[in-house]
């Protein structure tokens, strides 16, 4: 079947599927090495690892004399992919004919397909980045053709993308150091419209490199997060992980993979959702900005035990009440924290909303180190009196957690947990490394 009678007969919501990049390179090569063969094809059946077998539309074919190539253009359904509608090309040739009666399939990456320049990500350094479901699948179909066809030889397959330099540049591949153009990536095969899923998996990646050089995940929202921590700290985008909306899922990221220490540089108009214990900052998720500031001018700076004695008068409490009125009725965060600024409680509010930020986060963090131990179930074993019993046992978490909010306007607004001593381990590591 086609991607849309798939769409036709499976799709489960209003949202179309798609296929990945590495499901057009299986595609193009297998089509090419028909086409080299003799074959007449104007599409081709690819078997995907979802176990969803799909016809694909080939274009551009070229046939020379002892190879040939075409293009398969991706289709991304519904998901907002930037390689969607972008044509991957397969040239395939054949090199020896081999007299053991064995198909051998060797692949590389041409024009417009990223290079892997740092440790950490699923194929080598120097390597083209095509993931290694995608490698098999090429392999797979291939071989299997070329069994059939009998035609038994050393076939070279080059997957390339002419448009793929330039449309790398929007992706997270230079973050990531992979240089020069796109990926050829996939799992499944299939692209399902679910963004949130491929962002935490690359979020997770990121993280993974990071952590190769030092111990300790700085994390941004986005730009602005990115710019203020160059600009205010000295410390580059290669050195950051941004996770977007994705705060909680930053967190289990960071606790997975062992991290020892996690420090969130935000924007308020961001972080302050999760002083609420907000974990998606979309504002499609949640939005309670304007409630948790205003709660937090009623309880900056006082204590229950001030309360409790009664030793504020009518006005205090009044101008207390007022403030957070107005900033209920505020349309912005901007607006709120200048509100803040006029009444002079700007420090106090920020260092109770950072205080919260820091309570909500390491919860955060607590119960998804609870969840993986219990996931792994860590154990060991013990004998009494001739028995061997199992104990479950659970250490406690041990990575340190930082805070720094701002606006652009006004800079850094609070710190809360450890941020300071994480912003000096990482500003002196980070001159270390550029001394070498």
Not at 143 to 150: F, R, S
Not at 172 to 200: D, R, Y
Not at 217 to 226: D, F, M
Not at 333 to 347: F, G, H, P, S, Y
Request: glycine fraction near 8%; aromatic fraction near 6%.
């Amino acid at each position: 079947m086609n991607i849309d009678e798939y769409n036709e007969k499976y799709s489960k919501n209003s949202l179309k599927a798609g296929y990945t990049t590495g499901t057009c390179a299986a595609a193009a090569a297998k089509a090419a090495f028909m086409i080299l063969e003799g074959k007449d094809v104007l599409e081709v059946r690819v078997s995907t690892p979802a176990g969803i077998d799909l016809n694909i539309p080939v274009l551009d074919i070229k046939v020379y004399e002892k190879s040939a190539s075409c293009a398969v253009r991706k289709y991304s359904g519904d998901d907002p992919d930037i390689t969607d509608g972008m044509l991957i090309y397969a040239h395939v040739s054949i090199k020896n004919i081999n007299r053991d009666k064995t198909v051998r399939v060797f692949i590389e990456g041409g024009r417009g397909i990223g290079r892997i320049t740092r440790p950490g990500l699923e194929q080598k350094v120097g390597e083209a980045a095509i993931n290694a479901i995608p490698r098999e699948m090429i392999k797979r179909h291939i071989t299997e053709c070329a069994e059939n066809m009998k035609v038994f030889a050393d076939i070279e397959v080059l997957i390339y993308a002419p448009c793929g330099k330039q449309i790398a540049k929007k992706t997270f591949n230079p973050k990531l150091g992979i240089e020069g153009g796109i990926s050829i990536l996939g799992t499944t095969g299939m692209v399902t419209p679910m963004s949130k899923a491929a962002l935490i998996d690359t979020i997770k990646v990121e993280m993974k490199m990071r952590l190769l050089n030092s111990n300790i995940v700085i994390g941004v929202p986005g730009n602005y997060g990115l710019e203020f921590t160059k600009k205010n700290y000295g410390i580059s985008d290669d050195m950051t992980v941004e996770f977007s909306n994705y705060i909680g899922e930053a967190i289990d990221c960071a606790v997975a993979l062992d991290a020892s220490g996690l420090l969130l540089i935000g924007h308020i108009g961001k972080f302050v959702k999760a002083a609420a214990g907000i974990m998606n900052t979309h504002s499609n998720e949640a939005d309670a900005r304007a409630e948790v500031i205003a709660a937090h001018v009623l309880k900056a700076g006082i204590s229950e035990k001030q309360f409790s004695e009664y030793i504020f008068d009518d006005a205090f409490i009044k101008k207390r009440y007022l403030l957070a009125l107005k900033i209920l009725n505020s349309n912005t965060t901007v607006e709120a924290v200048r509100l803040l600024k006029d009444e002079n409680m700007l420090e106090s509010v920020m260092n109770s909303l950072a205080d919260s930020m820091y309570s909500s986060i390491m919860s955060r963090a607590q119960k998804a180190f609870y969840m993986l131990r219990k996931n792994k179930k860590i154990q060991y074993t013990y004998k009494e009196e001739g028995a061997v019993n199992t104990i479950n046992t659970q250490s406690d978490m041990k990575m340190s957690i930082g805070i720094i909010t701002f606006t652009n306007e006004d800079g850094e607004l609070a710190r809360a947990g450890k941020a300071s001593e994480l912003l000096k381990h990482i500003k002196n590591a980070y001159k270390s490394e550029e001394m070498k």
